[in-house]
């Protein structure tokens, strides 16, 4: 009796955790959570991590955050734009986006995925995606 008890609060704390990474997946699927941390000395605001891949084929909606976006581009790729030309996001390029400012808004072409890492600084309990038309 004791043996099978123990492997259902197994399979429960399994199916919590699962749960908690489709739920951090559900904003962007390629993003992969480090971090998060209530930033000292600014009540309602939060820091989190993240490495995030877009492969190739994957568009990344416009989007907002609320607050600040940082990070640097760990594997540079080919993005295309609608109606425009694919450029190079370079390996090693700083992101700098700031609170409310529309940007993405391409698809990933080429031969590589784009994986970034980034740091967002945001209102705590917000999406930390708003995605725009």
């Given at each position: 009796m004791r043996p099978i008890r123990v492997m259902l609060k197994a399979a429960a704390c399994?199916?919590?955790?699962?749960?908690?990474?489709?739920?951090?997946?559900?904003?962007?699927?390629?993003?992969?959570?480090?971090?998060?941390?209530?930033?000292?000395?600014?009540?309602?605001?939060?820091?989190?991590?993240?490495i995030v891949e877009f492969k190739v084929g994957d568009e990344v909606g416009r989007h907002t955050h609320h607050g600040v976006e940082s990070g640097y581009i760990l594997q540079g790729a080919k993005v295309q734009y609608p109606g425009k030309e694919p450029v190079a996001l370079e390996t090693g390029s700083p992101i700098l986006n700031l609170r409310d400012i529309a940007h993405g808004g391409y698809k990933v072409v080429g031969d590589k995925s784009l994986k970034l890492f980034t740091v967002h600084v945001v209102d705590k309990g917000k999406p930390l995606y708003e995605y725009v038309k």
């Open positions: 399994c199916a919590m955790f699962v749960g908690l990474l489709s739920a951090t997946a559900q904003d962007s699927p390629g993003r992969s959570e480090l971090k998060r941390a209530d930033l000292s000395g600014a009540p309602g605001m939060e820091v989190i991590s993240s």
